[in-house]
């Protein structure tokens, strides 16, 4: 089955840049999304279609993604980002949908 | 806004049947694919199934035989069900609408219907 793969946990400074990776076969081809999910809340779409914001997600989250690596920034990190972010995707068929494992963002 | 209302029962037994539905008030029902997706305490997401309105599915492959996603148009609701749970299937369950783009993705959230599998 497809898997995508993220690194457990993540650490910065208030004010520093976060950069949480998720790497997957098919992301050449297939878009990535990103879920933020504070602790005992639903998820919250922050970044559609590699690098689109919904709106109302503030300026300082961008999306990026080159070859099998999609990226998730925060630019200037804020003690409130602290969440566990879910990248997610498609199997390179496109019907079956995965979620990363998740990443722990720590911001202190 | 969108809204998603979910409801069912929390508590069940082993080899009982999971049976969860999803209300969705103000917006399009018919534009939009409808899903579910559940979280094992302390663990990460997994994408279950969806349905469109037009009762067609697509389901998690590790789940597909015990899973069934429905949909009543003329209420605005979906529905899921998962025979013979057992620990395993503990866990909090969100429902979500689901965007028809180039990707399929979750764009609204639930707020959660905590689940326990236990005798």
């Known amino acids: 089955s497809y898997e995508l793969t993220q690194p457990p946990s993540v650490s910065v400074s208030p004010g520093q840049t976060a950069r949480i990776t998720c790497s997957g076969d098919?992301?050449?081809?297939?878009?990535a999304y990103w879920y933020q999910q504070k602790s005992g809340q639903a998820p919250v779409l922050v970044i559609y279609e590699d690098s689109k914001r919904p709106s109302g997600i503030p300026e300082r989250f961008s999306g990026s993604s080159s070859g099998t690596m999609a990226t998730l920034t925060i630019s200037g990190a804020q003690v409130e980002d602290e969440a566990d972010y879910y990248c997610?995707?498609?199997?390179?068929?496109?019907?079956?949908?995965?979620f990363g494992g998740g990443t722990d963002l720590t911001v202190l | 806004q969108v809204q998603l209302q979910q409801w069912g029962a929390g508590l069940l037994k082993p080899s009982e049947t999971l049976s969860l539905t999803c209300a969705v008030y103000?917006?399009?029902?018919?534009?939009?694919?409808w899903g579910w997706i559940r979280q094992p305490p302390g663990k990460g997401l997994e994408w279950i199934g969806e349905v469109n309105h037009g009762g067609s599915t697509n389901y998690n492959p590790s789940l597909k035989s015990r899973v069934t996603i429905s949909v009543d148009t003329s209420r605005n609701q979906f529905s899921l069900k998962l025979t013979s749970v057992t620990a395993a299937d503990t866990a909090v369950y969100y429902c979500?609408?689901?965007?028809?783009?180039?990707?399929?993705?979750?764009?609204?959230w639930g707020l959660g219907t905590t689940v326990t599998v236990s005798s």
């Open positions: 997610y995707s498609t199997d390179s068929s496109g019907n079956h949908r995965v």
């Open positions: 979500a609408r689901v965007s028809v783009a180039a990707t399929f993705y979750m764009d609204v």
């Open positions: 103000s917006g399009s029902f018919s534009s939009f694919c």
């Open positions: 098919a992301l050449p081809k297939k878009y």
